[in-house]
């Protein structure tokens, strides 16, 4: 799983993990702010966090394991610079509510899951200018694109961080890696058909918070 | 006539440790029309849901033309049993239309042309012919409702399982729905199954009632519930306000046994009284009307009192 | 399928843990688990493990429910428990086939996984001994930017809400024949399913939004909890917070 | 009596281009109780949004008290108009019951203490004292319609908006909530504007009752609504089932000119009748009564043939 749990990270890494995110939420909501008002984002941007949540709860059988979806190319898709501070309060709840990942390594799975999202943002921004293509399917493949590149930029950034371990650990980031290859498929095509969904049904959906709306 | 449901000593308690269901007991003929009444919270959904083997009592069990609803291949339930749940967003998430009727079908493994020839057949049934490439979600409420109906009728179940079918709607859809669903098992001779607050409905949906409310706490003809007023206050539970307005009637000497419960019963069962008293009816104060009234009238507020 | 966030199940039993004031109590916890994940020594380790448990127990949370929220952290630490035993380079122990297992690599294993349990049991004394709401208002209390526990109160709320409607989505879907595969059919589904969920969330949000407004929201609710911090919570929080540097001290002098 | 809402001309256009409201004119007085009806998507609930400041008209005005909801501060305006919202989840949004009541009085700026004796006083005025530490997650939907209620009432407005106050609420539920909204209106003299489906209700929530479809299409006493058959087929409103009846019994001979729309209603219309014909009331079939019968079916369903 990308949530790396506790105990495993060495101070340095805990801590630079939480002066990036501190610092990244900082700018983001600050950003947001100049852009409009974070009032009326705060409602907005916490129903949507709670749905995505909710959303990454569902689990998916892959032979014998089962996988939950990470959705962060989607988060940044959709809220746009807002994902990140979403997926900061999204991985406090995973910690305190289910124990999944942890508290000390909060900073650091959230710079893993939230960089991501700013990046798949990037993308989907990105290649939208790209190509001013209408087209539901061009939208799906650049979703799917950038949902897919999403994990597999957050697996890189975990197995980054545990690479500070030492060359001890290849072996364990190598299983890691592999474990992941197939859910960087599935993420891409269901964030691709989520996007084509929501592309036909609410397209102003799709990067709607976090100043982008008119 | 066979049966179409057999529930015995169903009982279910959810993985929290709520006490849903607790050993019901009923069934449902084939062709018939049965309503389940109860307050909120009295398990309706609960129990609908084992009808299909979506939920499996912790006790007890389901059986569905015979068969068990536990052990069989779900598929196999799925196929007679189609559920149509209460809020229709919750039914409706494809793009269009038509991908939300071919849903069922194509999960029975039907080939492409026959669930070309369903999703039509739906379509025309639930009247939504022009609808097929429209956005469920931009539908109106009473449009969603018709179609989260027709996604279910197009795997042609044969007992339809309705979860609050009016809730919601304007008169008009309510109506439409109403008949359509009446239409649907005189027609088609689909056995329906309603959970509805809808007291008002009931009439016009249902041969027969259970009172639900954990346990079944009572079973009969609308006419024989709505008339039992021990049960009433138990359960809390309304009466059609035509009912309601003979018992009035009742207390100023309008005489009959078997009081109607919508307006084309009460139409009938004036001319019928009419008829039988020599021409007409004579309705006074007598000795008692005001008395009469009065317990009448604290029958109906117990829900105020109760309070 | 998806299930209710309950951590706070047994939040309505009394212990110390429970009467400790929510303010102290998360920041001695929290400097605590910090402790115990850095823990150097295997032995240390065991110790801290040790204490987690003390107060799990005297918190009255009952060892299975932990158990249950364990699972996660388990996959991931048992895994790397694992893969570390048979590849860590270091003194072979045993060997099975062409696969090796040394002390080096159960050494690091066990600390990793010793220092991962101890940091989620530590979860349950800090957060499963009051509601959630709590927790949230004494982060409040401690001066966490408002923003971001209004976000967290808010997302809180609603997962419930949300919780409840997939799971009809997800009910209606098998009710009509669904069923989860790795298909490119059902992954698809899936993401209409999802889709559907988001758009839905999308117009609450607008909705609560308005709620919100129509209620003079200005950005800043604050809410009326009196906590009250009193001299046993002070001890408490020191002696904790004593025993977390202590592991240090002890691992960095080398006494045991 | 003042006005307490002045409607001018309101017209509005959502951003995607759907026209929901079209030059909207109403007033409500002071202490009065007004009922808004329509069909599904006739934009009630939009409308409800301008009463606050919410949403604001693209053309026209809104006035609350004299002072218009576009251009003073809105804090004026929301401590007047109190909304509550359809869906009570939508409206719950803090952890704790107490927490959502004290939400809008620490918005307003009270001091700590009064805002305490404000969440005190309308829980106890919802009888939902006990409720205080629960969260809104655990609580039963009535009981949410209760909270959702009691967060407004706390607010003390002087006008309380209510959308669908008595959608999907079992029987018990609805007639208390029904009995609460009455009591604020006579006791603390509180104008109430509904906006609602349930006709059976109209009788008991409103003295006045506007007819919407985009456009205001009719306005009067539920009497006068319900009495005109061609406003009727026009929006596909429905009638409550007590008037319903009355229009048989004329058909049977009974001799009235205003027919009651509630049961109490009818029981006084039945004693005054009686009274006035000199002690009792003669239903007959005359010559007429088959044709009036039928006409009047025909009259209610028109839902069934339009279809
Ligand atoms: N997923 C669930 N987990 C735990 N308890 C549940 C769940 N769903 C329902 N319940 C509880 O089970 C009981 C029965 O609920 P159910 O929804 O079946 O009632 P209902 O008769 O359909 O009510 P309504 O008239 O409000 O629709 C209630 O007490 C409810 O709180
Ligand atoms: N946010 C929105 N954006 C665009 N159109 C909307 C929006 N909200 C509502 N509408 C449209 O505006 C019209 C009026 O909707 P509204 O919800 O006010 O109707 P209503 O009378 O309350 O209906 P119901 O009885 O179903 O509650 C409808 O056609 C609806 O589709
Ligand atoms: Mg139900
Ligand atoms: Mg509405």
């Known amino acids: 799983m990308v949530h790396i749990s506790d105990g495993i990270l060495s101070l340095p890494v805990l801590a630079a993990g939480w002066a990036i995110t501190i610092a990244l939420i900082a700018v983001t909501l600050w950003w947001s702010k100049r852009k409009g008002s974070i009032i009326e984002e705060i409602p907005r941007l916490s129903v949507m966090t709670s749905a995505f949540f909710v959303a990454s709860l569902l689990h998916i059988a892959i032979g014998p394991t089962s996988v939950h979806l990470i959705l962060s190319g989607l988060v940044g898709i959709i809220l746009g610079i807002l994902a990140y501070p979403a997926i900061f309060i999204g991985l406090i709840l995973q910690a305190f509510l289910f124990g999944h990942g942890g508290v000390t390594v909060l900073g650091v799975n959230t710079v893993n899951l939230g960089v991501p999202a700013l990046v798949a943002y990037g993308i989907f921004k990105a290649g939208n200018k790209l190509i001013p293509s209408e087209s539901i399917t061009s939208k799906a493949v650049l979703g799917a694109l950038a949902g897919g590149i999403a994990v597999a930029l957050a697996v890189a950034l975990t197995a980054g961080s545990l690479c500070t371990l030492g060359k001890e650990y290849t072996w364990a980031i ?14 891409a095509v269901i964030v691709g058909s989520v996007v084509a969904f929501l592309v036909r049904v609410k397209p102003e959906l799709i990067g709607s918070l976090g100043g982008d709306r008119k | 006539m066979r049966d179409a449901i057999t529930v015995r000593n169903l009982s279910y308690t959810y993985p929290d440790g709520t006490k849903a269901l607790e050993e019901i007991s009923l069934e449902v003929h084939e062709g018939e029309r049965v309503a389940i009444i ?52 919750d039914q409706l998430f494809m793009p269009t239309i038509f991908d939300d009727l071919a849903f069922g079908p194509i999960n029975l493994g039907l080939p492409e042309e026959e669930v070309r020839e369903r999703v039509e057949k739906a379509l025309l049934t639930l009247g939504l012919s022009d609808y097929e490439n429209r956005c469920p979600h931009h539908l109106s409420y009473g449009e969603k409702k018709k179609a989260a109906l027709a996604a279910v009728m197009s795997m042609e179940p044969k007992i339809l399982v309705l ?29 329906i199954v309603t959970a509805t607050h809808d007291v008002n409905a009931v009439p016009e949906l249902a041969d027969r009632v259970y009172v639900l409310n954990k346990r079944i706490t009572a079973e009969g003809t609308a006419q024989k519930i709505f008339s039992d007023v021990e049960l009433l206050k138990e359960t809390d539970l309304e009466v059609p306000e035509v009912f309601k307005l003979f018992e009035v009637l009742q207390c100023f000497g309008y005489n009959c046994e078997e009081l109607p419960l919508s307006i084309d019963d009460a139409i009938e069962h004036l001319t019928r009284t009419v008829e039988n008293e020599g021409g007409h009816i004579h309705l006074h104060i007598h000795k008692h009307t005001h008395d009469e009234v009065k317990k009448l009238k604290s029958k109906y507020e117990h829900h105020k009192t109760n309070k | 399928m998806i299930e209710y966030p309950e951590i706070d199940r047994y939040a309505s039993l009394d212990s110390p843990m429970h009467r400790f004031d929510p303010r102290a109590k998360i920041i001695a916890f929290i400097f605590l688990i910090f402790s115990v994940v850095l823990i150097p020594d295997l032995k240390i380790a065991f110790i801290g493990l040790f204490f987690a448990i003390f107060l799990l127990i005297l918190s009255r949370i009952p060892i299975f429910f932990v158990l249950s929220y364990m699972k996660w952290v388990a996959m991931f ?32 294993g066990s600390l990793i996984t010793i220092r991962a349990f101890s940091a989620i049991i530590l979860i349950f004394p800090m957060i499963g001994t009051m509601r959630f709401d709590t927790t949230i208002k004494a982060l409040d209390r401690l001066k966490v930017p408002n923003s971001l526990v209004q976000i967290l109160m808010f997302t809180y709320r609603y997962i ?5 409607e997939f799971q009809r989505i997800w009910t209606a879907m098998e009710s009509r024949g669904f069923k989860l595969r790795t298909t490119l059919y059902a992954l698809r589904t899936i993401g209409n399913a999802m889709g559907m969920l988001f758009v839905r969330s999308y117009e609450r949000a607008e909705r609560v939004y308005q709620a919100m407004r129509s209620r003079g929201y200005t950005g800043n609710p604050k809410t009326l909890v009196e906590f009250e911090i009193r001299m046993k919570d002070y001890l408490l929080a020191v002696s904790i917070i004593g025993f977390a540097i202590s592991l240090h001290v002890v691992s960095f002098v080398g006494v045991v």
Request: without cysteine; hydrophobic residues 45%; proline residues 5%.
């Open chain 1, 174 to 187: 190598k299983a890691l890696i592999l474990y992941h290859i197939p859910i960087i498929v599935i993420e």
């Open chain 2, 163 to 191: 979860d609050e079918p009016t809730a919601n709607l304007d008169p008009r859809s309510r109506a439409e729905l109403i008949e359509i669903i009446k239409g649907l098992n005189e027609r088609e001779g689909i056995t």
């Open chain 2, 38 to 89: 109860g307050p909120n919270g009295a398990g309706k959904t609960t129990f609908l849901l084992h009808l299909n083997g979506i939920l499996h009592g912790t006790d007890g069990q389901v059986e569905v033309f015979g068969k068990s609803a536990d052990k069989e291949k779900r598929e196999d339930i799925i196929k007679d049993v189609g559920i149509v749940f209460q809020d229709p967003d």
């Open chain 3, 77 to 108: 630490v048992l895994s790397f428990f694992i893969i570390l035993a048979f590849t860590f380079p270091g003194e072979e122990l045993a060997k099975f086939y062409f696969l090796s297992v040394t002390a080096e690599g159960l050494y690091t």
């Open chain 3, 160 to 164: 419930f809400v949300f919780v409840d």
